[in-house]
């Protein structure tokens, strides 16, 4: 059982299976991560997304604003970070709650 955040409506909710290490270690391969849909106006600095770019491709990063552009970061300092304009951020959700075995 999970407690969710307020003002969360859990029909907007969606789970992702994490794949990788990129994050490590707030993040482990296998982890399940529960997001909602968000917007450029809900995201801050430092929170986690699921990011889209227009090819379709998913990332879990952690976000950064500079100017006109959104950087994803990695945790993983081999992963070299994402930079796009902020109106190629196609998609973004933000992570609520990661559920862990």
């Not at 059982?1 to 409506?9: D, G, Q, R, W, Y």
């Not at 990788?20 to 986690?48: C, H, K, Y």
């Not at 993983?76 to 973004?92: G, T, Y």
Request: glycine share 4%; no cysteine.
């Amino acid at each position: 059982m999970v407690t969710l955040p307020e003002k969360v409506a859990p029909s907007h909710l969606y789970a992702v299976r994490v794949k990788g290490n990129s994050m490590l270690p707030l993040f482990r391969d296998g982890d399940d991560l529960v997001a909602q849909p968000a917007s450029m106006g809900t995201i801050r600095e430092a929170d986690v997304v699921i990011f889209r770019d227009v090819e379709g491709n998913s990332w879990v990063k952690l976000i950064e604003f500079q100017g006109d552009e959104v950087i994803f970061r990695s945790l993983s300092p081999l992963r070299r970070p994402i930079r796009r304009r902020i109106d190629e951020a196609v998609k973004l959700d933000k992570v609520i709650l990661v559920l862990r075995k």
